[in-house]
């Protein structure tokens, strides 16, 4: 039986966030949505929401375009379509969220629930980008080629 590891300072919690990258992001995504939810004023909120999407999507969408150019020819059809499904399907749940949270109160539940759902889409989309960033070069050994 294993213990679980327990943090006696700020180099253990180092430690756990550096043992899965995405630890780190999630909570900078987290952290970002939680500011521009409870910044105070709607349209900037919205406006800081959607130029961290649009920034996420570019990095995202370029990583997604490297991926299938540098593998074009030795991935199936269906096998590339992977490659930009989860990216394509976190903008769109993003966006529609940010579209409906405009029309609701600030601080309201219905806002606050989508600008929470916005935050995990906009989580979803870095991490997309940055696992092809990744695996760059190396996605035949991860579908196995034609």
Known sequence: MTSRPTFAGPSDLWLWFASRPHRVTLINVAL????????????????VAVAALALSAVYCFWQTLKGTFHNLFELHPFQLMLIWVPGALALTLSSGALWFARGHELFSLPFSLLMFFYGLQLAWLTIVGVELKAVEGRLTEFFGGK
Request: proline share 6%; charged share 5%; no cysteine.
């Open 32 to 47: 970002f949505t939680l500011v521009v939810t409870f910044s105070g004023s709607k349209p900037f909120s919205l406006a």
